[in-house]
């Protein structure tokens, strides 16, 4: 006698089917948006039962799921699955524009906003919108001015931890995200995400006043202001504005005195990198600016300036370089 084959029990909505009719009710509410198991502690409501007990343990202290690599312990199952591949560096998840690599699926639907443009959370305060809610978060603690993470260096303040464990780098000079096809290494995953694209050659972003175009939506926005003239950030101290925000940030020091980028040789301090960068050319004794008239050379461009200023005045400078 054949054995009968089990019902199969599918989703009007989508290709989804199942032999279980539960599993078929957990998948549905997927489409329906319904969370009928409540949390009593906070009030968060879930689509599954396992998971509303998983959350609960989120209000105590109970961490039954560790790490074997280090001290590190979670509350799920799938918390630490998703961890132990910040030590083993897998990454199953993949983008069909770019190729960029996630550790977890979530991540993929959130950098593909970075394609499509989508900005779905929004602030109601200033109507500026983000790609994902954690970014939405950050940006509200703008409007308070709330600032609790404090550089043991020098008196920055920020208002999450992660930006003040990038801040450090600054002083520590650490860049430990590297490009798998270049050499290039950074002090931040953005900068690193940013990078790839480069090689990639992914630029879905195009400007409708000159046909530029860019790997990211904020790089297009960013390219507009030299078109608008547009400087929304403005200092709070002289009144200076600038078209990014980081230029505001540097510009800052002038009024704060901070010069986080120091020389390893000696005692100087800048206020930005390439500056540094331009100082340690002078320990090098590289001197790649050479005078066309007579033999000087000089380690940066401006030196050479001033110098032709003694020969009779401003020379083109366009083939002084070596």
């Known amino acids: 006698m054949k054995a009968e084959k089990p019902k199969t029990y599918s ?4 290709d989804f089917s199942s032999t279980r009719s539960t599993s078929l009710a957990v998948h549905v509410r997927t489409h329906t948006g319904e969370r009928p198991y409540h949390c009593d ?13 998983s959350h609960l343990l989120t209000h105590t202290d109970a961490r039954p799921f560790s790490c074997e690599a280090c001290p590190a312990s979670f509350s799920r199952k799938q918390y630490l699955t998703v961890h132990v591949r910040t030590h083993t560096g897998e990454k199953l998840y993949s983008c069909d524009v770019c190729g960029c690599r996630f550790a ?8 593909m906003r970075t394609h499509t443009g989508e900005t779905p959370f929004s602030c109601d305060v200033c ?24 550089c043991d260096v020098c008196a920055s303040a920020f208002a999450q ?10 002083h520590t000079k650490e860049k430990p995200y590297h490009c798998q096809i270049c050499a290039s290494a950074f002090a931040n995953n953005s900068a690193l995400t940013s990078h790839i694209k480069t090689h990639a050659g992914v630029k879905p972003f195009i400007c409708d006043v000159c046909d530029a175009t860019f790997a990211r939506k904020e790089a297009l926005t960013i390219h507009k202001r030299t078109h608008t003239g ?5 200092c709070n101290v002289c009144g ?12 800052g020091r002038i009024h704060s005195g901070e010069k986080p980028y120091q020389c390893r040789l000696c005692d100087s301090a800048f206020s930005v990198n390439s500056r540094l960068k331009r100082h340690m050319q002078m320990h090098a004794g590289h001197k ?3 005078c066309g008239v007579c033999a000087s050379s000089f380690s940066q461009k401006e030196h050479l300036r001033k110098h032709m200023r003694t020969h009779g005045g401003e020379k083109d400078e366009s083939q002084t370089e070596q």
């Open 288 to 290: 790649p600016f050479s």
């Open 240 to 251: 200076s504005s600038f078209a990014q925000k980081q230029y505001l940030r540097v510009h």
């Open 11 to 14: 989703c009007e909505a989508c």
């Open 104 to 111: 977890q699926k979530q991540y993929v639907r959130v950098h």
């Open 127 to 150: 109507g500026s919108s983000f790609a994902a809610k954690s970014r939405l978060h950050r940006h509200m603690q703008t409007h308070t001015g709330t600032k609790p993470y404090s």
């Open 41 to 53: 502690v906070c009030g968060r409501s879930f689509a599954q039962n396992s998971v509303l007990k």
């Open 230 to 234: 547009e400087r929304p950030y403005t």
């Open 161 to 170: 931890k992660v930006h003040l464990h990038a801040h450090l780098r600054t």
